[in-house]
Structures are given as structure tokens and as C-alpha cells.
């Protein structure tokens, strides 16, 4: 079915365009929404766009860094001030993909994808979104909560503090087919040090739950404590705690539920 | 639903050409230019056959919105024979057998060609990320890979 397509010249005007209808959707790099055309989803109408240069731009300079709702996971890897996400830019697609997905877009992309998320969530992201009534910035956990209900806002960009250190922050995707293929589990950790301990400990976990999620009693164990073995294995015990996971043709959500640990217990412990 | 106006540049050519609304590029390409060199496969982004140059950049047409693609170069495997002689990859893929039933094989030269415009001697790993996103389900993939290699070293029959 032929849908109207709306193009404007900022990001506001979009904004009001897909606020003020139910049947629109933003067309970042294409992969959601033109996968839902090809596949007849009667429920788009309207395709709204926007050619705002503020859209895709990088921040890469300072010690939080942002990232413009448009900016393509290559861009992400072009930029070398931003080696922490090159592991989950690069676990994306092939190289296509990695052309033309956005990061604005990973953050509605559903299981078995989204796994940039994951990574933006265990760095405890802020997202800022423009709807009907302005503009205002919102805790990426707040914002994967209420994703269903974010159809009608605009995401501007995505912003977080950079690590610390290089060993604060790790990632890894589970996938079937390497380099590329959908995620059986996806994991990120951001585990400051303070004095020896661990302050500030954040977990995420994809395709743990219908939303990317925090695993908060695997935090809980870590949070205060040495990352020694005795830490790491209290952490991967209990990392299956509060998670929802479902099944799919890449795994069962019972053994996502029996893997998760192991997987954790290896991402922490440096192991391949 | 009216149709939209769209010029671009394919292969060398300006084109122009009315489209619906929501088109993809795939679509432009093989029902309004005839094109039929992209395939289409499986209209997700999951397999490549698709995949075409747009600004020298490695994209899935199929996942592309037509008008987004107003004033720009695309690239497709029609234009690669340069006059009546096959392209090194293409001879490259031809000396490897690197082609066997040929559906990936448009998606497959393009994802090699997008990798050697910008890394003419890449290596085996670089390769094998480079065509990560193309899926063949006959050759196993090794054909295509030393296909890819050879035409990057020159190792390819005249």
C-alpha cells in the first residue's frame, strides 16, 4: 500500500508531524520501517523524515559524549574517540546494515536486535526526545519501559558518560553465526573502581526480557566488592534473577535462563 | 495516491522516474529502470542479494526508501563490466566457482567491490566481515572468499 512520505527541513517540524499522527513513523536508516513496509504493515500511513544536520551529529570530544539519533553504527566505528562502542557497533549486521542502521533506531529495535542498546544501557544513557509538547531528556531505562508508547516522540540523540577506563567497560554478543547473526544473549557491563571496589556497578542484558534490561541482583552481588572469583560467580548466580526471556529460534528462554550466568561469569572474568 | 518525481544517478546515468509513495529502491531499480541485477530475497536486511553502492557506500536497496536516494550515485552490478569485458571480480568469481545457483552473486560483488574500492589488499578475515551480511546457501562460502582474494592480488585470468 502506498504511504505518504513527509520530509522536512528540522527536527522539530518531524517531531510535530509524527506527534500529531497515530499512523506515522520516523524513517531513520530504514531497517525497522522499511522492513515493516516490505512486510505490509497496514499500520504506517505517513513516513516522516527529517534532514536536520543536528541529527547526525557526533560528541565525541569530552568525557560524556553524544551521539545524534542518525548517526550509522560505521560512523560510530569511523570515530576513533569512541573505541568503548566499537565492539557493540561491530556486532551489528554486516556492513550494509552497519551503513545505514542509526543509533536512534537500535533503541526500538526489537529482540533479537537492539543490542547497541544494550550496551548504551549498562553505560546509563540518557536519551533526549522531542514530542508535541518539547523537548526534555530521559533515563534510557525509563525510556526502554515506556518504548511502546515513544511511537508518537522523536528521538534527538543519545548521550552517556565515557568509562573510565577501558577495562570498566565490556561487551559481548552470544550469536549462532559469527561474525554476524541475531542475538541468543547480549551483554554489557560498566563496573567502576573506587579504591579497589566496585562503585557503580551496571549490568544489561538483550534478549533477556521483550526490552533490553538490567540484571540489578548480579549488580547487587558485585556493587562494593573486589571483582575477584568469589564476586564474579555471586554475580553470575545470580544474573538470571528477574529476567523474562522468551523463546525463539535461536534459543529457549529456558536456555537463555541456564546460559546467561556462564556468560556473564566469562565477559567479567576477561575469559573468550 | 500521487507519485513522486525522483533523479539519480544509476551506473553512470542520469535517470528519472515517477514513484509511489514508500517504494524501495529495489523495486525502482527492477520495475521502473529494469535493472534486474539486484534480487530480492528476503526484504529484511537479512541476506544481501539485494545490496547496491549508493555514494560508494555498501547499502541494502531493499531496505532503502526510492526517494531517499534524489541526486545520488547508485551503483549496481550492471555496471560493472567495463564494455565487453568481465570486471576482475566478476572473472575473479567465475575462475573460483564461486557462483553456483547465482542468486547471492549480485550481492556478493558488490560487498567485495565496496571492500576493495576502499582496501585493495585486504585480508582473509577483512573479506569475510566484508560479505558477513550476504548469505549464499550453496558455495559454503570459501569460493567466494578466495574469489575475492585473488581478484585483490591480480591473480585473475585475463
Not at chain 1, 526490552?211 to 564476586?231: F, H, K, M, N, Y
Not at chain 2, 558488490?110 to 546457501?137: H, Q, T, Y
Request: proline share 5%; aromatic share 4%.
Amino acid at each position: 500500500m502506498p504511504v505518504t512520505v513527509k520530509t522536512f527541513a528540522s527536527a522539530s517540524e518531524a517531531a510535530g508531524a509524527l506527534s500529531s499522527d497515530r499512523t506515522a513513523r520516523y524513517l531513520g536508516g530504514g531497517t525497522l520501517v522499511m522492513r515493516a513496509l516490505n512486510e505490509g504493515d497496514v499500520s504506517i500511513s505517513t513516513v516522516v523524515r527529517a534532514q536536520d544536520q543536528a541529527l547526525t551529529r557526533i560528541d565525541a570530544s569530552g568525557p560524556r559524549i553524544t551521539l545524534g539519533a542518525g548517526v550509522t553504527f560505521a560512523r560510530v566505528l569511523a570515530e576513533r574517540d569512541l573505541g568503548f562502542l566499537h565492539a557493540p557497533a561491530r556486532s551489528i549486521g554486516g556492513p550494509a546494515v552497519r551503513n545505514m542502521g542509526t543509533v536512534g533506531g537500535n533503541l526500538f529495535a526489537p529482540t533479537p536486535y537492539g543490542d547497541f542498546t544494550v550496551a548504551l544501557l549498562a553505560l546509563d544513557a540518557t536519551v533526549a526526545v522531542q514530542g508535541g509538547f518539547g523537548a526534555r531528556d530521559i533515563p534510557i531505562e525509563e525510556f526502554l519501559q515506556a518504548r511502546e508508547r515513544q511511537a508518537g516522540t522523536l528521538v534527538l540523540s543519545v548521550s552517556c558518560t565515557r568509562p573510565a577506563s577501558s577495562e570498566a567497560f565490556c561487551y559481548r554478543k552470544i550469536a549462532r553465526i559469527k561474525p554476524k547473526g541475531g542475538s541468543v544473549i547480549t551483554l554489557a557491563a560498566h563496573l567502576p573502581i573506587s579504591g579497589g571496589r566496585i562503585a557503580g556497578a551496571r549490568i544489561a542484558l538483550g534478549s533477556m526480557a521483550p526490552t533490553q534490561i538490567r540484571a540489578r541482583a548480579a549488580e547487587r552481588a558485585l556493587e562494593g566488592r573486589s571483582l575477584d572469583a568469589a564476586t564474579i560467580a555471586a554475580a553470575a548466580s545470580a544474573a538470571a534473577e528477574g529476567t523474562s526471556p522468551f523463546d525463539n529460534a535461536l534459543g529457549s528462554a529456558w536456555y537463555r535462563r541456564e546460559i546467561v550466568g556462564v556468560h556473564l561469569r566469562r565477559l567479567l572474568s576477561g575469559q573468550e | 495516491m500521487s507519485k513522486v518525481p525522483l533523479q539519480f544517478r544509476h551506473n553512470g546515468r542520469d535517470v528519472a522516474i515517477f514513484v509511489d509513495g514508500g517504494t524501495n529502491l529495489l523495486v525502482a531499480l527492477r520495475e521502473l529502470i529494469g535493472d534486474m541485477t539486484p534480487k530480492f530475497g528476503c526484504g529484511q536486511g537479512g541476506c544481501g542479494t539485494c545490496s547496491v553502492l549508493i555514494d560508494g557506500e555498501l547499502h541494502l536497496s531493499c531496505l532503502t526508501l526510492a526517494e531517499t536516494v534524489g541526486g545520488r550515485s547508485i551503483e549496481t552490478l550492471d555496471g560493472m563490466k567495463q564494455g565487453p569485458n568481465l570486471h576482475p571480480l566478476q572473472r575473479a568469481f567465475a575462475d573460483h566457482f564461486a557462483a553456483q545457483c547465482g542468486y547471492c552473486t549480485p550481492g556478493m560483488l558488490m560487498a567485495a567491490k565496496a571492500l576493495l574500492d576502499r582496501n585493495p589488499s585486504p585480508s582473509r578475515d577483512e573479506v569475510i566481515e566484508a560479505i558477513s551480511g550476504n548469505i549464499c546457501r550453496c558455495t559454503g562460502y570459501e569460493p567466494i572468499i578466495n574469489a575475492i582474494l585473488a581478484a585483490a592480488g591480480g591473480r585473475v585470468s585475463a
